[in-house]
Every structure is written in structure tokens, then in C-alpha cells.
């Protein structure tokens, strides 16, 4: 459960009276004091520091962005703690990744995640030196992969929505000459199907013709039904981020994807100890954040778009119930599994491996995305002046007309085709 720091702080020290000063005044080193002297732990210390930047300043959030050199100081200020710059910098990627900066300092998600860091050390301690410099080397990699894996998902989306929102741009302004075409084009390309198939094989009957161009027109169908249903929401109003959102909306929606993609993945759930109902309702779940509909668009200040942030975060909950995470809301898929270091290096190398997988198929969507036809010549009409706009619109009549004419040609050669046949 996400907390502030405000109500940690309350956790800490009762029911005393928090300094006087407002916690947004307060230095690092304040709060790392005030962790001290309630004997946090030094996990525990750090997430109040993050909490502190975070509320302190948002846009200041995310992998990378934290100010490491203060938090080290801040950590080591007046306590005996020996905690490496680049160790330190390790468990902010992991906390951040984890979003354990948003829970409270007694929460079940921090204590699991304390309990994760202890074993690792305590296996550590346990190999030699190649063997740890091996696995930190591949935990880092991993890490950083994890946080590509972020960045790329957090592209898809926005070209997910932009994409969605060209379409709807478009529909506003073509789509009802715009769906006459495809109409008739969509009658042609059937029935030049069933005449090819009727000069390859004369004896097809008609009810034969129909069954072997099923596929066709379910294909084709389920295309224009597509752009209907976008021409229907097309007029109506979108929802849209208030102005004031900020850097931290982005990393979070960040989270939120990555999460789902890591829970949700095909991949993931092969082996998963679920139901026929359990898998059919995640899959259902799954489908929904890969595509996108045109009522879930929202637009954002910072020059992208995404989906609402409660949408998501409302189908991460649902999946998490299904999959009976314990009560422990945490993101298992950013957990190193392993008895040894040297298990937990095989397990990093297979973990890497299938994240490179991903990435390789992410970013194959997007370059097909970017180089779809359709999009490109939708974007090219959206832009056109109005004038440009009325001579497209009467073009799209004239061609819509003269496939009409053409279909009822291809009409005719079916059915002389069949009435020769009976004839004959």
C-alpha cells in the first residue's frame, strides 16, 4: 500500500509530535537522523531518503535520476554503516524498479525485499572472488535491461495511443468517405477471391465458394468493424491528464506497465500453476494492455500520451489477485532466484537472455508500426489544409463509385461462370 512520508514518519515515532520544521525543509541528513533514532534498519532508512526526494521532488524520480552522491552522505552521516557507492547505487535501481519508495517502512513488500538482500549477502559471502564479481557484473546488466525494458515500454504505449489517436484524427475528418471506400474494397477483394477459386476449380459450388472465402471476410470484416467502432468514438471527449502532471506521472506509468508486461507475459505464465478460468481471465487482461481502445486515451503535458494510470493500475490489481502474490505486493519478476551464487548466476544468464528476447520482438512492433502504410498515409491526409481536405474527400467518392461499378462486374463473371456451368 503506498504511503508518504508524512505517515511514516507517524509509524516511527508515535504518537510525539513530528519536528517543527516541515518534512519538505528537512535535509537528508535530518531524515537519516531521525531513521537512526528510531532503529531503522539501514533499507529502511533508505527508502524514507527516496520517499523524501520524491515528495520533495517529483521530477527528480526514476532510475538514474536520484541524487546518489547526497543519499551516500546522508547514509553514512554519523552512523558506522560501510555501504559502497556502486552497492548503494544497486538497491536505489532495485527499490526504484520495485516501487518500494511508494510503500511504508512497515510494510510486508520492504521486509521481504530486507530479507531478499540478506540471503544474497549472506551468499556472497559464501563465493569467491570471480564468483562474485561475475554475478555483480550480471546483476547490473541485468538491472539495467530492466530498466530498458521500462523505457521501451513506456515508447510502445506512447506510440501505442498515438497511434490510436491518428486514427481517430482521421475518422473525424474522412471516415465516412473513408468507410465507403474500404466498403467496397472489401466486396472486390472477396469477389475476386471467389472467382479465382472458381477458375481453378469450375465444380466449386456456391455454398463451397462461401466456405473457402470465410477467412477472408472474417479478416476483412473485423478490419472495417475496427474502424467503425473508431469513427463511433471519434467525436466524443477524451480523457485527458490535468496540466500539472509531471515526470513522476511518467515513471509511474512506467512501473505500472512493466509491471503487467513482467506478470502477465505468455512467457512467464507457461509453467504457472493456474486454472483453464485463472489463465483465460489473465490472457483477457494481457490482450487489453497490448492493445489499446479508443475510450482509454489520455493526454499528458509532457508531450506524450498514455492510457489512464488508474485503468492500468486497475487490471495490475486484478492480476495480482489471480495470481495470489501472497499479500506481498511486490514485482517477484525483479527477485534473483538461486540457492548459490553460481545457481543465481545461471538463473540471471537465462533471465537476460529472455529479456533481450523481449526487447528484440518490442522493438520489432514499434519499427512495423512506424512503417505502416495506412498510418503513414492517414498521417499524411490529417495534415492536409482544408481545401486539400474537401478534394481527398470527393476523390475517396469517385474511387468508393467506381469499385461499386467494378464489384457488380465481378459479380456478373461469378454468376456466369455458374449459370454456364448449369447450362452446360
Known amino acids: ?228 467502432r473508431t469513427l463511433g468514438t471519434a467525436f466524443q471527449p477524451q480523457n485527458t491528464v490535468e496540466p500539472g502532471a509531471t515526470t513522476a506521472d511518467i515513471e509511474k506509468l512506467k512501473t505500472t506497465l512493466k509491471r503487467l508486461w513482467m506478470l502477465l507475459h505468455p512467457d512467464r505464465l507457461q509453467h504457472a500453476s493456474l486454472t483453464d478460468l485463472q489463465r483465460g481471465e489473465l490472457a483477457g487482461i494481457w490482450d487489453h494492455c497490448q492493445s489499446i481502445k479508443s475510450s482509454d486515451i489520455a493526454g499528458a503535458s509532457v508531450g506524450k500520451l498514455f492510457r489512464s494510470q488508474h485503468e492500468l493500475e486497475r487490471h495490475l490489481e486484478r492480476a495480482q489477485r489471480i495470481l495470489s502474490q501472497a499479500g506481498i505486493d511486490i514485482d517477484t519478476g525483479l527477485v534473483v532466484v538461486g540457492e548459490t551464487l553460481e545457481e543465481r548466476i545461471e538463473w540471471l544468464e537465462s533471465a537476460i537472455a529472455a529479456l533481450t528476447r523481449e526487447l528484440h520482438v518490442l522493438h520489432q512492433e514499434l519499427r512495423v508500426w512506424r512503417d505502416d502504410p495506412e498510418l503513414q498515409c492517414m498521417l499524411a491526409l490529417s495534415g492536409m489544409d482544408a481545401a486539400a481536405q474537401e478534394t481527398e474527400k470527393a476523390a475517396m467518392q469517385e474511387r468508393a463509385a467506381a469499385l461499386r461499378t467494378k464489384a457488380g462486374a465481378l459479380q456478373q463473371q461469378i454468376a456466369a461462370h455458374i449459370g454456364g456451368r448449369h447450362r452446360g
Not at 525494458?149 to 474522412?174: I, K, P, S, T
Not at 472489401?186 to 472467382?195: D, F, G, H, I, R
Not at 466449386?204 to 475496427?226: G, H, N
Open 1 to 228: 500500500m503506498k504511503t508518504t512520508l508524512t505517515s511514516d514518519i507517524e509509524t516511527l515515532i508515535g504518537e510525539q509530535k513530528i519536528d517543527k520544521t516541515p518534512h519538505s525543509d528537512a535535509t537528508l541528513t535530518d531524515m537519516a537522523a531521525i531513521g537512526r533514532s528510531g532503529g531503522l534498519g539501514k533499507y529502511h532508512i533508505l527508502l524514507l531518503l527516496l520517499k523524501h526526494c520524491a515528495e520533495s521532488n517529483p521530477n527528480k524520480t526514476g532510475v538514474g535520476k536520484w541524487p546518489i552522491n547526497l543519499l551516500h552522505e546522508a547514509l553514512e552521516s554519523g552512523a558506522k554503516i560501510d555501504w559502497p557507492h556502486e552497492r548503494l547505487q544497486v538497491c536505489i535501481t532495485e527499490m526504484t524498479l520495485m516501487a518500494l519508495h511508494e510503500v511504508g517502512i512497515d510494510s510486508a513488500e520492504l521486509r521481504f525485499y530486507e530479507q531478499e538482500k540478506e540471503k544474497a549477502g549472506a551468499l556472497e559471502r559464501a563465493a569467491s572472488e570471480d564468483v562474485k564479481c561475475r554475478y555483480d557484473r550480471l546483476h547490473d546488466h541485468w538491472l539495467k535491461m530492466q530498466a530498458g525494458l521500462g523505457e521501451g515500454l513506456l515508447f510502445r504505449e506512447n506510440a501505442l495511443v498515438r497511434r490510436e489517436a491518428l486514427r481517430q484524427e482521421f475518422m473525424r475528418r474522412f471516415g465516412v468517405e473513408y468507410l465507403a471506400e474500404r466498403q467496397q474494397q472489401m466486396q472486390v477483394e472477396v469477389l475476386q477471391l471467389k472467382l479465382s477459386l472458381l477458375q481453378e476449380s469450375p465444380d466449386l459450388t456456391e455454398d463451397e465458394l462461401e466456405q473457402l472465402s470465410a477467412e477472408t471476410v472474417r479478416r476483412l470484416r473485423a478490419q472495417l468493424d475496427r474502424d467503425q
